[in-house]
């Protein structure tokens, strides 16, 4: 994940911002948010901007795609974002790191992984974890979320990791760039590939594979996704953070009773090129497999479970971090 990066750009950015003196000021109604990646994964949220939910609350969303952990992680610490829609395994690698003060998770979004095992051949009928035995999967990059659930999933399922398939051994690939997994598994390379959605569903439909499994229905309660933000920002804006998370719940709960049709009318402005078919066979699959967190307290166990993640993949470069240290309920407990 690059973990070491992260940290040498935070320090860079604070120090810039410190020599510039000010930041651009933003409405004092405005929440400025930036996203990993957008995702169908992140519907919920889109649903209650798109629904009218933040504006009924009085707030307004200022949302910025960062395109990656890190540089979420930079937004937030220099405070050119507010709140940060990452992966919380970024809070443990910074502390771990020697940051001080860093961002805490104030409430979880997702909480399993959103990836599907995609193969060549139609499986799901008779689907075993055994059917991996000495196949290559590529699983995304060294250290990124996916690889390291499915790591987990296949040793618990017994299964010997390694790159030699001919004696049997299961090879996780993350050689790929990401951008480049599915791309490379349709071109021909490895036997299954993990694909979120609506990537899964598009290749299945293309007839160039078939899911047959998904992480999160094997592993769940892993806090996979989560809204974060410094503990200066929830000591001095705690109001304004706790209409944000009653106007997630809106879109939480808008979505979990929605119409097909209702469904694409809460998700097509933030997915415009995306067909109404894929969207509601994407948010179908998320639903079925519990991936929208019905609950957006963090709870201690999940964060645990996240920490025997991180540890058994060999990417807890420290102490396990305190789950009071990273995470803060006192708003998602609330709703």
């Not at 933003?26 to 957008?38: A, F, G, K, Q, Y």
């Not at 889109?46 to 307004?60: L, P, S, T, V, W």
């Not at 995609?118 to 799901?124: F, K, L, M, S």
């Not at 490379?184 to 993990?194: A, E």
């Amino acid at each position: 994940m690059k973990k070491l990066s992260v940290f040498l750009m935070v320090i860079v950015c604070i120090f810039s911002v410190c020599l510039v003196g000010c930041k651009k000021k933003t409405d004092d109604n405005t929440i400025r948010v930036s996203e990993v990646t957008h995702s169908i994964f992140y519907a919920p949220f889109y649903a209650a901007e798109n629904m009218g939910y933040f504006d009924e609350q009085g707030i307004k969303i200022s949302l910025t795609n960062a395109g990656g952990s890190d540089a979420v992680m930079t937004s937030l610490v220099s405070g050119n974002a507010d709140v940060g829609l990452m992966g919380p395994e970024s809070l443990v690698y910074v502390r771990n790191q020697g940051m001080q003060n860093a961002p805490v998770a104030f409430a979880q979004l997702t909480n399993c992984d959103g990836s599907f095992l995609v193969g060549r051949n139609d499986e799901a009928q008779n689907w075993q974890w055994e059917n991996l035995r000495g196949k290559r999967i590529i699983g995304g990059r060294k250290g990124g979320m996916p690889a390291m659930i499915l790591q987990y999933i296949l040793e618990d399922h017994g299964l010997t990791l390694g790159t030699n398939t001919a004696n049997g051994e299961t090879y996780i690939d993350t050689s790929i760039d990401f951008a480049l997994n599915v791309p490379s598994f349709l071109g021909g390379t490895g036997d299954y590939c993990t694909m979120f959605e609506p990537t899964a569903s598009q290749t299945e439909l293309d007839n160039q594979g078939y899911i047959v499994a998904a992480l999160g229905e094997e592993l769940s309660d892993i806090p996979y996704t989560a809204f974060c933000s410094t503990a200066n920002y929830l000591n001095n804006h705690g109001d304004k953070l706790q209409k944000f998370v009653a106007a997630l719940k809106k879109g939480y709960d808008y979505l979990m009773a929605a119409t097909d049709q209702q469904i694409v009318d809460s998700l097509k402005p933030s997915f415009s090129t995306t067909s109404d078919e894929l969207i509601i066979k994407s948010v179908k699959n998320y639903i079925r497999i519990g991936a929208y967190a019905d609950s957006f307290v963090l709870s201690e166990s999940a964060w645990n479970t996240l920490l025997d993640i991180l540890d058994n993949a060999g990417e807890l470069k420290g102490a396990r971090v305190s789950y009071t240290d990273a995470v803060n309920t006192q708003f998602a407990s609330l709703v």
